[in-house]
């Protein structure tokens, strides 16, 4: 449903604005098409910069970056941005084919959640990174984006246990970026902690994130700081072990601070943008490690 919405969303834009640049500039086609991607590309730097906007307003005390590491950090984030609307989730079926499950996977499969707004195919560089190590890597696709985030859970459960079924394994390791992590949280309250033997959330924003106010939809508002969804699940304690890796410069969940989950283990994340995380070769490798510290 994201990647089909997402690609018919972009045909409607360039369409508006063609018509925009043939009709009411009356420009020559050869113009209109470049001023076409112009006003595309503009526009996704704008969205992207709102995020920054929202990021360095309301941040968390941090170290200083300093001004050229900082404007790295965000033309690496607004490349991914690109990269991820305009390339990646349109065209998902051409990045992402299906999950390789192995039987008898070992060590335990992994199954990826993703966030707000998007799908499964995110996951298709991390994903081959976690698989070029030897793991067993499952996907899940979320939907509708903008429901209610309890909503969402019988689907993760569903896939959570077709997982096991073909894997032949009892236990799943569950890696979440972004809201993802709240879902995973949600499922652990509803459904227990015997097929999960750990969860580790990337930049979640556990304690609610201040760009939610200007979000669509439902889980949009159940992120908002003091939201009576984010009350709720403070009051279930983590029951497996919870590994929180936070961004202390992230640019869609702040302040940042909120990443933290008392009870959880909370790990510093590189300096990055909220979407680079899942390109980074570091945070790859940081997952990695982490992985391999597995309970008994």
Sequence with gaps: MVPVSLLVWIALEVSAWLYIG??????????????????VLGLRFWINAVT????????????????AKRLRIMAAEYAVFLLNFLLV????RL?????????????????????????????WLLRRRLEAAGHSVATVSLVPPYTSMGKLVPQLNERIEAVCAITGSKQVT?????????????????????????????????????????????NAREMEPGSLWLTDMAAEKP?????????????????????????????????????????DRRIADLLLDQLKQRRP
């Design 239 to 279: 029951k497996i072990p919870v590994i929180s890796l936070r961004n202390p410069y992230d640019n869609y969940a702040m302040p940042q601070d909120k990443q933290r989950l008392p009870g959880a283990t909370d790990v510093e994340l590189p300096a990055t943008g909220h979407l680079a995380i899942l390109y």
């Design 174 to 218: 569950l890696i979440a970026h972004s809201m993802g992590g709240l879902i995973c949280r949600s499922y652990l309250a509803r459904h227990g902690v015997e097929r999960v033997d750990r969860l580790l959330t990337l930049a979640t924003p556990h304690q609610g994130t201040a760009l939610a106010r200007i979000g669509f939809g439902q």
């Design 22 to 39: 043939r009709h009411f500039m009356h420009l020559a086609w050869p113009l209109a098409v470049v001023g076409a991607i112009n006003c």
């Design 89 to 92: 989730l349109p065209f998902e």
């Design 52 to 67: 920054w906007f929202y990021g360095i307003k309301y941040a968390s005390p941090a170290p200083p970056l300093g001004l």
């Design 95 to 123: 990045w992402m084919p299906a999950d390789r499950l192995r039987r008898e996977a070992r060590p335990r499969p992994v199954l990826l959640v993703h966030g707000y707004g998007v799908s499964r195919g995110i996951w």
